[in-house]
């Protein structure tokens, strides 16, 4: 008899998947399609937030010190190629005007790589395998058996490839060189590809053996809505509704050609802020009132 453990609690991480996957759509395309610099900045800032709960504040600037590379490279670049705008700044060697209208929407540009970058890797911490398999697995069950093997390959790859290499530096007795480099590259990728065949040989024959395919499947859920799911998941459609037709409405329109002008302080834009930073910051809000994940006990 064997009892399975009851995972603690954490951050966002013991939400229902479906209840997880809708807040994240939601919050990834207001920051991908918004339009306007205050949603986004709205939006960078509770991403933020949310990382530097799940990661820790270091983990947190060690993802932004990597993410402001490509921003600065993001902004640089927009200018050099866009040269629309009247507000010229300067001149390049071939008469290409240098605009500030560019050099604004090169830093808008950045500003929602960041953000959806970062709000990609608070999903990519809230859901395992086991949850992308629960949202999948009934929609398409082999897609949902192709993710998994494909999640579940990578690690596996590179902890085989490791193992294989240390065995082939000790087989050539740690000798250097660029052709020994050469050769014991050649020998790791060759045995990494025999067992990659083989493995899969093998995985197909138990698959087959186990009945897959055979008859249709059936599928089994760890996770269990509750009252919490309910209330969280209603709260991110009623913002997102509230948003939505703000949006139709105009609240948040912005323009970067000829020139920066948009509707940033109306009623209609402030309230929209509000709606999105009240969005935004449910799991912050939450963060006291986690169920957990639900798993079942065996006894």
């Known amino acids: 008899m064997t009892n399975i453990p009851k995972i603690k609690p954490g951050f966002l991480t013991g939400r229902h998947p479906l209840c997880l996957l809708v807040f994240f759509v939601s919050v990834i395309c207001i920051s991908m399609f918004s339009g306007s610099p205050m949603v986004l900045a709205v939006s960078l800032l509770f991403s933020l937030a949310t990382l530097a709960k799940l990661k820790g504040i270091r983990g947190m600037f060690r993802f932004l010190r990597l993410m402001l590379v490509f921003a600065f490279l ?20 071939n008469g290409q005007p240098l605009t500030l209208e560019a050099c604004f929407y090169g830093l808008y540009a950045a500003m929602i790589l960041i953000s959806v970058l970062t709000w990609f890797s608070c999903f990519n ?5 086991d949850k992308l398999l629960y949202i999948f697995g009934r929609l398409s069950p082999r897609l949902s058996l192709m993710l998994s093997m494909a999640l579940r390959f990578v690690p596996e790859f590179t902890a085989k490839a490791k193992e294989i290499s240390k065995m082939q530096r000790m087989l050539s007795g740690n000798r250097k060189g660029f052709v020994i480099k050469i050769k014991n590259g050649v020998a790791v ?3 990494l590809l025999t067992w990659v065949l083989e493995s899969s040989v093998t995985r197909s024959e138990s698959m087959r053996m186990r009945g897959y395919g055979v008859t249709k499947r ?4 760890i996770y269990k809505w509750e009252s919490e ?4 998941t209603t709260l991110v459609l009623i913002s997102t509704t509230i948003y939505i037709v703000l949006l139709s409405e105009g609240s948040f329109k912005f ?3 000829p020139y920066i002008y948009g509707n940033i302080s ?6 929209g802020y509000i709606i999105l930073a009240l969005l935004m ?7 006291n009132r986690l169920t957990g994940r639900r798993i079942k006990e065996y006894v």
């Open 266 to 271: 109306s009623p209609g834009a402030i309230l």
């Open 229 to 232: 799911d309910t209330v969280f």
């Open 74 to 93: 993001t902004a640089v670049i927009n200018p050099l190629f866009n040269h629309r705008g009247r507000t010229i700044i300067a001149r390049f060697k």
């Open 125 to 129: 911490h809230c859901f395992d395998t």
């Open 189 to 191: 990728f060759g045995a």
């Open 218 to 221: 059936k599928m089994y859920s």
């Open 281 to 287: 910051c449910l799991p912050l809000i939450f963060d």
């Open 255 to 257: 323009w970067f050609d």
